[in-house]
């Protein structure tokens, strides 16, 4: 396994995080240090399209101002503890942070998606998470702390610097923001860290490439909407009805199912955009019944269903339905004129259900 060396940046700084500073906020620093505000985008492109990790890889800056801004600005790369390939090109990734705390981030079937162009990244926006929802690991080892926006580009940067090694062109085009955490509870972060990779002169990816998925934090969806309604939507839904949403995704007990849709519905309107909506399939869940409730409530909606059936996690118990009841719970969908996808098990070999590394590599 390729390992990068443990925090070899070349600055001690305890100053603002390079990595989440935008292009116009890395001029005004350097204008405050009496340097040229042009030197900030130098060294934007650095570390946001080159995805360097050390300052000493800024050649044409000089030494002295590099010197001066490494004061100023941390660049604390992430360090690669784990990793693992799936046999369908699912690869996971288990980062370190500064702090000692560690996050996971997956690249998506890259064989086949290298074919079509196409490489998208799952990338995490907590350190654990607070929701606790029933299928997931992460939420079993409990809330640690918000991602700041540079630990999250930073996930987006490590894995272009590490397959540009064996792709000189490699280049993420999706980004879902699905990975450990629940985006809307870190809200600021997540939506700077989205401007900074949409930046044309760092890694240009299309507003419309990323796509933050919530368990349902009704807030968020609205001021997403009004705040940058281009970015995608995807809610973890799991159930059409209060009663069992209750069960599956606590957060429902906050924002019951009525309020969740009315939301999506605005955010629908706003952005022109189709709502996905994920329903995680369990020997429990699959049944006729459950999909009735689910087609009853996005009935007329601007949505499409991704079905998705679970990752076995030991810990829960949950275990993988029938590839009958799939297709039957798919087909009452179908039926009601909801668009409907079964996302294909991905990286089950190597636990790729979202906080099943960082627990393994945690014990
Ligand atoms: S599924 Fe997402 S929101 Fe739910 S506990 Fe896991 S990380 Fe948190």
Redesign the pocket.
């Known amino acids: 396994m390729e390992r990068h060396e443990p925090h070899s940046c070349n600055n001690a700084a305890e100053g603002r995080e390079l990595r989440g500073c935008k292009e116009e906020e890395l001029g005004e620093i350097c204008l405050a240090n009496d340097l040229a505000r042009f030197r900030g985008s130098q060294v934007f492109r650095w570390v946001q399209e080159r995805a360097v990790r050390t300052w000493a890889e800024m050649t044409n800056i000089r030494e002295a101002d590099r010197k001066l801004l490494s004061a100023a600005l941390a660049l604390q790369p992430l360090e690669l503890r784990r990793e693992q390939r799936s046999q369908d090109g699912t690869r996971k990734y288990l980062f370190g942070l500064a702090d000692g705390e560690s996050i996971e981030c997956v690249l998506m079937d890259y064989e086949r998606r290298r074919a079509r162009n196409r490489q998208t990244v799952c990338v995490s926006t907590?350190v654990g998470?607070?929701?606790?929802?029933a299928?997931?690991?992460?939420?079993l080892g409990g809330f640690r702390r918000n991602l700041t926006a540079g630990e999250i580009t930073g996930q987006v940067l490590e894995l272009t610097r590490l397959l540009r090694r064996e792709d000189e062109g490699f280049q993420v085009t999706n980004v879902v923001f699905?990975?450990?955490?629940?985006p809307f509870l870190n809200y600021e972060a997540v939506l700077k860290a989205i401007e900074i990779l949409n930046s044309p002169q760092g890694q240009n990816i299309g507003m419309r490439r990323m796509t933050i998925?919530?368990?349902g934090v009704v807030p968020g969806i609205r001021r997403l909407a009004r705040d940058n309604a281009q970015v995608g939507l995807a809610v973890?839904l799991h159930a059409g009805t209060d009663v069992m949403r209750d069960v599956l995704?606590p957060?429902n007990r906050r924002y019951p199912l009525a309020e969740l849709l009315g939301a999506c519905r605005e955010y629908s309107e706003t952005s022109g955009r189709r709502v996905t909506f994920e329903v995680a399939l369990t020997e429990k869940t699959a049944n006729k019944q459950e999909a009735s409730a689910v087609a009853k409530l996005l009935r007329g909606m601007l949505a499409h269903v991704n079905l998705i059936p679970v990752n076995p996690v030991a810990e829960t118990g949950m275990k993988r339905p029938t590839e009958e009841r799939i297709t039957e719970f798919a087909g009452v969908l179908t039926k009601a004129g909801i668009p409907v996808s079964v996302r294909e098990e991905r990286g089950t070999d190597i636990e790729a259900a979202?906080?099943q590394l960082r627990r393994r590599y945690g014990e």
């Open positions: 907590q998470c607070p929701v606790g929802c299928f997931c690991a992460t939420g699905m990975g450990m955490g629940e998925s919530t368990s973890s995704v957060m979202c906080g």
